[in-house]
């Protein structure tokens, strides 16, 4: 079994920030990609950021500047770190892993998070 669990979301106004924490637990050899998806009401799911095993990181061109994608491999955990939030980040956000259970044939597959609502708002 493999869990993900998402922390950090809340309540900000306009220009504040937020850390949001994603740690994965369970049976897990390796952890390939680990990133941050969001959706809003009545939109769909978007990729956020992205950063795989070796720290190379991608970001969607909305958030670039202003959020930061970052892992530890020791705790199998991944972090967003969001400055600068506007009104338009508010979504609830996803944090999703591509993860080996085993060793025989070492497929990842993707896991995802419940889910932490972010509010901008003044």
């Known amino acids: 079994q493999v869990q993900l669990v998402e922390s950090g979301g809340g309540l900000v106004q306009p220009g504040g920030s937020l850390r949001l924490s994603c740690a994965a637990s369970?049976?897990?050899?390796?952890?390939?990609?680990m990133g941050w998806y969001r959706q809003a009401p009545g939109k769909q799911r978007e990729l956020v950021a992205i950063i795989t095993s070796g720290g190379n990181t991608n970001y969607a061109d909305s958030v670039k500047g202003r959020f930061t994608i970052s892992r530890d491999n020791a705790k199998n955990a991944v972090y967003l770190q969001m400055n600068s939030l506007k009104p338009e980040d508010t979504a609830v956000y996803y944090c999703?892993?591509?993860?080996?259970?085993?060793?025989?044939?070492?497929?990842?597959?993707?896991?995802w998070g419940q889910g932490t609502q972010v509010t901008v708002s003044s």
């Open positions: 999703k892993a591509d993860i080996v259970i085993t060793i025989a044939t070492m497929l990842g597959r993707d896991y």
């Open positions: 369970g049976s897990i050899f390796s952890i390939y990609a």
